[in-house]
């Protein structure tokens, strides 16, 4: 898949998404994600303490960055809990 490209089916499409993490001291670890040829959108998501806060997707998301050697915050803003459903196969 390259950027740009966008797969249709039944009522759902598949994109490209890149998701990244700033890394700012002293504030509130955030990932970013954003849809290739989405025209700059970007979403923000957060583990806790802000309106962004999704446990539960920032959990999935921080996996997939730590899993490839993505996340510069060490253990910081680490969610305990085991994931599961089918993003965790995805990731794994």
């Known amino acids: 898949m390259r950027p740009g490209d966008v797969h249709r089916f039944n009522r759902g499409v598949i994109v490209a998404v890149s998701v990244w993490t700033p890394k700012k001291a002293g504030e509130i670890i955030q ?5 290739a040829g989405g025209k700059g959108t ?3 998501v957060a ?3 802000t309106k962004r806060c999704h446990p539960h997707l ?3 998301l921080r996996k997939l960055l730590v899993d490839n050697g993505c996340w510069p915050h060490g253990d910081e803003s680490a969610v305990k ?3 599961s459903g089918v993003v965790q196969g995805m990731v794994s």
Do not use: E, M
């Open 58 to 60: 920032f959990r999935q």
């Open 47 to 49: 583990a806790s303490g």
């Open 31 to 35: 990932i970013r994600v954003a849809c």
């Open 42 to 44: 970007i979403t923000t």
């Open 81 to 83: 809990g085991k994931l």
